[in-house]
């Protein structure tokens, strides 16, 4: 997961954390207005003198950020009031550029904060939270709601084509432009404050939402007594729950932590039904407890709150807001291009449906598949149809081999990159890692950083963002990191990977090379800054490379003896490489459907029922199979409800991956994974950002619009595989 956020809203897009209890209130200032003149001792004072900028984490403590926070707002604030009140005609340089410059010092604590917040918060960090979210959206109501700022970027944006700008600097004006109106800059005053109320409310529902989903999501966690539950797991799994019990001070038992999905992991291989039932229980009721992790009441306001934004801004629904400014445009288009799909994938996945049960009954189980089966029983019918097992898989797919010979590898392959680890740089846990990033010619280009092992005090899912992000008017490269939740092995164990998880980390990285690569003037335009239907893109055409047999033969080597992976069962794997599709796109749209169910009701809608509007709008889109799930539901789902920016966008995922299946059609046209084919993506798309429509960029490089046709033959949806 990820969505690029401009400049200004970094400090509000990935607020993945926790709001706290009150007994944290004496470790927190809870107005910290008085700290706006920033101690020169705060490491934030100043950019660092780290190579890249990097953070000083050996220096930063949780008491320095909130200091940092407010001087940063009040500091950018004084520089944004400066540039509006200025009696010179307004300009791109004393206008644009002078907000482009503005603001550094709450960018730098921004970043910062909320990378260290979604990996790795503690409670001193979830009160900052609390406390900050919503005097963060007053303070960007501060700056979008002026109007005498406005004035200036209006009279600009109307004389854009007389100014001698380039395009980038015309789109930049068009997107500051749009960004004004869209925060509601041309409302009355009585509907700006309005506005105002409402967007702090939404900021405090969103952190809300985030510290009960992580609780709920740390207390679903499956506590398993014997031993002999847990047959069918590796020796290396088992050890790994022993591990993790032991974390929580419990010795003697297992447990097993939730994944932010609804299926876990560890269903495929658990053969005792029971405990399959409970891990599923526990993970699609974790936040349904009735008790004060429960995210229901959360969910019934703050769809609400988006809502009435929506209607004051001047659209009907929530949706229709927030894909305004995407490639979709309007729900519409986006329900169409999922629901065209419902058909193929349900018809999809009811054939898989009937090959399980009829497994189920050959080996006389005497039950109908319920939810929690299908995991098991897919792997037993990839098994008996492709003769694979995951369990020969991954032992070869050590981390640290499909990091280096894989993931690595593949980005020299495409774009001429090399990487070095720096064990000099400093951290903020000790399981993160950081490499330095060398261009082709090897000048120096990023820093990356890696975090990669489930910890409770971490946000759910994968995501990619920056510590620091590039700009040639500021001076800056990119500090770029990944974040994931694989199982952490046991002390002296090897860490072996899903190939899902293989597939995690080339998406990440794909992000990654996004952010690495971008080579623009403006931060506002920097990497991913695009909108959040092509931001996937990259990440996704990425995954491709997992598979590539070049790639491939390099990482997929066994981790004891180094031996490649034989060539009998990389041709099961690949014959099964649209296996359970229908399955997995079904839950997807499922999801994806729902999102879009909650934010296109009106502002005048009444309060939902929770349970009952998730089955009524799944009934309703024809995705409503009991055994197929969605891949969230409401309560737990944290695109939606966090403050991710994924609310109204969930669809994204499905839409870039038309994009993206269409672009790797066009690298097989064209001679698959070479460096000059490479360079050109790099060119034309990946180092631009957001310096052009998105849309031109895509038809520049292809010749042509999408199709559809891509996508479904790698999903396997117009044959019979």
């Given at each position: 997961m990820k969505l690029a956020s401009s400049k200004r809203v970094a400090a509000l897009a990935t607020f993945f954390g926790l709001a706290a209890g009150a007994a944290l209130a004496a470790a927190v200032h809870p107005d910290a207005r008085s700290h706006a003149r920033l101690d020169p001792a705060n490491p934030f004072?100043?950019?660092?003198?780290?190579?890249?900028?990097?953070?000083?984490?050996?220096?930063?403590?949780?008491?320095?950020?909130?200091?940092?926070?407010?001087a940063g707002m009040d500091q950018e604030l004084s520089e944004v009031n400066a540039v509006a009140d200025q009696s010179a005609e307004p300009t791109f340089a004393n206008t644009i550029e002078a907000l482009e410059k503005s603001g550094q010092l709450l960018n730098r604590v921004s970043l910062v904060f909320d990378g260290v917040t979604g990996a790795n918060i503690d409670d001193s960090l979830q009160m900052v939270q609390s406390i900050e979210a919503p005097r963060l959206a007053a303070h960007h109501d501060a700056i979008y709601l002026n109007a005498k700022?406005?004035?200036?970027?209006?009279?600009?944006?109307?004389?854009?084509?007389?100014?001698?700008?380039?395009?980038?600097?015309?789109?930049?004006?068009?997107?500051?432009?749009?960004?004004?109106l869209r925060a509601g800059v041309a409302l009355p005053d009585s509907a700006k404050a309005r506005l105002q109320q409402l967007n702090k409310e939404e900021a405090s529902l969103e952190t809300e939402f985030a510290k009960k989903l992580r609780l709920a999501t740390r207390n679903g966690a499956l506590l398993i007594p014997e031993r002999k539950q847990l047959a069918g797991l590796s020796d290396a799994e088992i050890a790994s729950t022993a591990s993790a019990a032991k974390a929580r001070g419990q010795n003697g038992v297992w447990l097993i932590l939730l994944q932010n999905t609804t299926q876990q992991p560890l269903q495929a291989s658990l053969q005792d039904r029971t405990v399959r039932r409970e891990?599923?229980?526990?993970?699609?009721?974790?936040?349904?407890?009735?008790?004060?992790?429960?995210?229901?009441?959360?969910?019934?306001?703050?769809?609400?709150?988006?809502?009435?934004?929506?209607?004051?801004?001047?659209?009907?629904?929530?949706?229709?807001?927030?894909?305004?400014?995407?490639?979709?445009?309007?729900?519409?288009?986006?329900?169409?291009?999922?629901?065209?799909?419902?058909?193929?994938?349900?018809?999809?996945?009811?054939?898989?449906?009937?090959?399980?049960?009829?497994?189920?009954?050959?080996?006389?189980?005497?039950?109908?598949?319920?939810?929690?089966?299908?995991?098991?029983?897919?792997?037993?019918?990839?098994?008996?149809?492709?003769?694979?097992?995951?369990?020969?898989?991954?032992?070869?797919?050590?981390?640290?081999?499909?990091?280096?010979?894989?993931?690595?590898?593949?980005?020299?392959?495409?774009?001429?990159?090399?990487?070095?680890?720096?064990?000099?740089?400093?951290?903020?846990?000790?399981?993160?890692?950081?490499?330095?990033?060398?261009?082709?010619?090897?000048?120096?280009?990023?820093?990356?950083?890696?975090?990669?092992?489930?910890?409770?005090?971490?946000?759910?899912?994968?995501?990619?963002?920056?510590?620091?992000?590039?700009s040639r008017l500021l001076g800056t490269k990119p500090v770029v990191f990944n974040v994931a939740n694989f199982q952490k092995p046991a002390a002296g164990q090897p860490a072996l990977l899903t190939s899902d998880d293989v597939r995690t980390m080339f998406h990440e990285f794909g992000h990654a090379l996004h952010g690495m690569m971008s080579n623009v003037e403006y931060v506002s335009q920097e990497g991913t800054n695009v909108p959040r239907d092509f931001v996937e893109f990259p990440s996704q055409f990425n995954e491709h490379w997992q598979f590539e047999p070049t790639v491939f033969a390099n990482y997929a080597k066994h981790y004891q003896t180094g031996a490649p992976m034989p060539a009998e069962l990389v041709a099961k794997l690949k014959r099964a490489g649209t296996f359970d599709q229908g399955y997995k796109l079904t839950e997807y749209l499922a999801a994806a459907l729902l999102d879009m169910a909650w934010h296109t009701l009106p502002a005048d809608a009444p309060q939902q029922d929770v349970d009952a509007f998730e089955a009524e709008a799944l009934k309703t889109y024809h995705v409503d199979m009991p055994n197929v799930p969605p891949r969230y539901r409401s309560t737990y789902f944290a695109h939606l409800f966090s403050s991710s920016g994924y609310a109204a966008g969930y669809y994204a995922y499905l839409w870039s991956e038309v994009i993206d299946d269409d672009v790797y059609a066009w690298f097989t046209a064209n001679g698959g994974m070479t460096r000059a084919n490479g360079q050109r993506l790099r060119d034309m798309i990946l180092s631009r950002g957001g310096t052009e429509d998105v849309g031109v960029m895509f038809r520049n490089f292809t010749g042509r619009d999408p199709y559809v046709e891509p996508l479904l033959e790698q999903r396997g949806l117009n044959s019979s595989n």
């Open positions: 004072f100043a950019p660092s003198a780290l190579p890249f900028q990097a953070p000083p984490f050996d220096k930063i403590h949780d008491a320095d950020y909130q200091p940092a926070i407010e700022l406005y004035a200036r970027i209006d009279k600009i944006w109307q004389q854009r084509d007389r100014l001698g700008l380039d395009p980038a600097q015309v789109h930049l004006v068009d997107k500051y432009h749009t960004d004004f891990l599923f229980a526990n993970s699609i009721m974790r936040a349904e407890q009735k008790d004060s992790n429960d995210t229901r009441n959360t969910i019934r306001r703050l769809v609400q709150v988006r809502a009435q934004r929506a209607q004051i801004l001047g659209y009907p629904t929530y949706a229709a807001y927030s894909l305004a400014d995407q490639m979709a445009k309007t729900p519409q288009a986006a329900i169409k291009l999922m629901t065209d799909l419902v058909p193929p994938a349900t018809q999809k996945a009811m054939g898989e449906q009937a090959s399980m049960q009829a497994l189920i009954d050959e080996q006389k189980g005497g039950f109908q598949l319920a939810p929690w089966d299908w995991q098991f029983y897919a792997e037993q019918v990839r098994k008996a149809k492709f003769d694979l097992d995951e369990s020969e898989l991954k032992p070869y797919f050590e981390l640290d081999r499909v990091l280096k010979d894989g993931v690595f590898f593949a980005a020299n392959k495409m774009y001429g990159l090399t990487f070095k680890e720096r064990k000099d740089i400093p951290v903020y846990q000790p399981d993160v890692r950081v490499f330095e990033v060398f261009d082709a010619d090897g000048t120096s280009l990023a820093l990356w950083y890696c975090d990669y092992f489930k910890r409770d005090n971490k946000g759910p899912g994968a995501w990619m963002s920056n510590f620091v992000q590039q």
